[in-house]
Every structure is written in structure tokens, then in C-alpha cells.
């Protein structure tokens, strides 16, 4: 795992305007296709009537959309488009988290966040652009978004379902599927 040094944090504003400028369109097959990279390997996971939530989903909740299509009860939360704090009270089947962990200021508060929400035998399914050993850091495009602030290798997923008690699966480049255990 590496870390954004605070020094270069953007402000609140700042941040939430580059949010803005993403085109996540609902009803753009481009990136609809993006997202099924993670909504395909996590619905083979699911029952029709597990209730879920998609974390971070941002000013366009395309995912969201695409789990209520195929009939999934599934509610919302962005910290800067839909701050419903009602969410941290209820218990989900699944959550999840597109293109959101690489925003976690405090990586381990968010992830035992999510462990207080998440079901036992629930899934949360993470998808971020990988760190990699082969890639040069420095001259990476995934670090150079100024919202990006923590970027995960693969062994850092590993570090992260011990720490909460859940199993781990890697089911395709860039998308982690986390089980909490029954017994959690």
C-alpha cells in the first residue's frame, strides 16, 4: 500500500469539483461495461432478495442502477452526493465499493466501517486499479488523479481480509470480493 503525503490533500471543494467532472452516465454502455467488472463475479454471489449498498457511489450511481434492473434492493451513499447517514445503522448482504477505496484518508477506519455494516456471510466488492511491482509509481496515471490518496497491491487485500476476518477472492485484474465470515 502506498499513501498520498498530506501534503498534497486537496481541499473539500476542490475535491467534490473533481468528482463533478467524471462522466459516470447511467446509461453509457462504455461504462456500464466498466462496472461489470465487478457487478458480474459479485452477483454470482448473491441471492435476489440480499439488500446491498453501493458505497461511494459518486453523483452518477450507475452501478446502484444496474443492481436494482436485476431486482436488488440496494441503497446509496457518497459522502458529497447522497450523505445519508441512516446507512451505518443497517446491515448489509452486500456493499460496493467502485472506485472509491483509492479516496480513503484512513484506509483501516473505512474498511472496519464497512465490516460494522456488512452481514455475517455478507460480500463487499472492491474495485481499484491495482498497484503493481512493474509499474513505475512515479509516472503512473492512476496516482496523478489529485483525489486519489491510498493505492493497494493485491498483498495489501490479502493484509486487509485477515485483519477483519473475511475471505478473499480476486476474481478478475483490479476487482477484490471480500466473504465475512457467518460467525463474525
Known amino acids: 500500500m502506498k499513501f498520498l503525503d498530506q501534503a498534497f490533500f486537496i481541499d473539500k471543494d476542490t475535491?467534490?469539483?473533481?468528482?463533478?467532472?467524471?462522466?459516470?452516465e447511467i446509461g453509457d454502455p462504455a461504462y456500464l461495461k466498466f462496472l461489470s467488472k465487478l457487478s458480474k463475479p459479485l452477483k454470482t454471489k448473491l441471492k435476489s432478495?440480499?439488500?446491498g449498498l453501493d458505497f461511494g457511489c459518486g453523483h452518477g450511481p450507475a452501478l446502484?442502477?444496474?443492481f436494482k434492473e436485476d431486482g436488488y434492493s440496494i441503497d446509496l451513499y457518497d459522502p458529497f452526493f447522497y450523505p445519508n447517514k441512516e446507512v451505518f445503522s443497517n446491515k448489509y448482504n452486500f456493499i460496493t465499493c467502485t472506485e472509491t477505496a483509492?479516496?480513503?484518508?484512513?484506509?483501516?477506519?473505512e474498511f472496519k466501517t464497512l465490516d460494522s455494516i456488512l452481514a455475517p456471510g455478507g460480500?463487499?466488492?472492491?474495485?481499484?486499479t491495482f498497484l503493481t511491482e512493474d509499474k513505475s509509481f512515479e509516472n503512473w496515471y492512476y496516482r496523478r488523479d489529485p483525489t486519489h490518496v491510498v493505492f493497494y497491491a493485491e498483498k495489501t487485500f490479502e493484509v486487509i481480509a485477515e485483519q477483519n476476518?473475511?475471505?478473499?477472492e480476486i476474481p478478475a485484474k483490479d476487482i477484490a470480493l471480500f466473504c465475512k465470515n457467518r460467525d463474525s
Do not use: C, I, S
Open 15 to 24: 475535491e467534490k469539483g473533481r468528482y463533478l467532472e467524471h462522466q459516470n
Open 49 to 51: 432478495d440480499d439488500r
Open 64 to 66: 446502484a442502477e444496474m
Open 102 to 109: 483509492e479516496h480513503f484518508f484512513n484506509p483501516n477506519r
Open 123 to 128: 460480500w463487499l466488492g472492491v474495485m481499484t
Open 165 to 168: 476476518n473475511w475471505q478473499l
